[in-house]
């Protein structure tokens, strides 16, 4: 993936007082993105459960464990790529690229959960604009995940109306620049996977009447990578725990008959 720069807000006077003296050597080209806070008290894995009868123990992991900032996606990217072989799920717009925004993207949770037989994750995060953002900002996202041969889809997959943003009409106007998400994925019957999930989550803005053109445009910009593994494993019967048990007198005694 990109490899980002984050900046926090708590070490914003730290930074700007050694670049003052010159020490740090900052572009200017930096400050021209988003804002990244992380005020979330991470919990990066989950303490686990048993589940179906005690047959199977389930865990989830962040992955990563800290957010990470992502440039405005180019037209050769894998989001540009997943926009448009997804395209059928919302035919009447194109994708624009845009410029990074000015405002500040605050993590209010990301967390690892588990429960019920499932894992995954918890994330909460707010941006909040600039006067010279785009006065139309909503959030699109894209997944990829490890099932079958791989699965990669603008969110969500299948489409539950005829737009590309993550929020539905009445969901934005509930929710606004708020993105919360519950990601979460379940042991099978036999118990034992691994299933990793990542995401790519941008703020954009749209256009839905471009001059000169049919479609309507949405403009990705900047947003964040997150993620989670979640691990199912079979446990052992009480039987097979109590053989194992029971050899360990007989290795102790060879161990000592032949020393």
């Known amino acids: 993936m990109k490899r980002p720069f984050v900046y926090l807000k708590i070490l914003g006077g730290v930074f700007l007082f050694f670049a003052a003296l010159g020490i740090l050597n900052i572009s200017p080209s930096v400050y021209a993105t988003i804002t990244l806070i992380d005020r979330s008290l991470h919990q990066c894995t989950s303490s686990g459960e048993l589940c179906a009868g005690g047959d199977c123990w389930v865990s989830s992991a962040l992955n990563p464990e800290s957010v990470i900032y992502l440039d405005p996606p180019g037209s050769e990217s ?4 997943t926009f448009f072989n997804d395209i059928g799920g919302y035919n009447e717009w194109t994708l624009g690229f845009g410029e ?7 993590i209010n949770s990301y967390e690892a959960i588990t429960g019920n037989c499932y894992g995954g994750a918890h994330m909460d995060a707010t941006y909040t604009p600039e006067d010279s953002d785009p006065s139309s900002l909503a959030w699109i996202q894209m997944y990829s995940d490890n099932v079958g041969d791989g699965r990669v ?17 009445e969901e934005h106007e509930l929710h606004g620049l708020n993105l919360i998400d519950w990601p979460r994925d379940p042991c099978p019957g036999s118990c034992d996977l691994h299933r990793w999930v990542r995401f790519e989550t941008y703020l954009c803005s749209w256009d839905p009447d471009p001059p000169g053109h049919d479609l309507m445009t949405v403009t990705v910009h900047d947003g964040f990578y997150w993620g989670y593994d979640v691990t199912c494993t079979s446990v052992p019967e009480p039987a097979t725990i109590l053989l194992l048990l029971s050899a360990f007198p007989l290795i102790r005694f060879f161990k000592h008959r032949f020393r």
């Open 153 to 169: 889809h603008i969110d969500p997959w299948p489409n539950d109306d005829d737009q590309p943003f993550y929020w539905t009409d």
């Open 100 to 106: 990074a925004l000015n405002g500040v993207l605050t």
């Open 78 to 81: 894998s989001f540009a790529t």
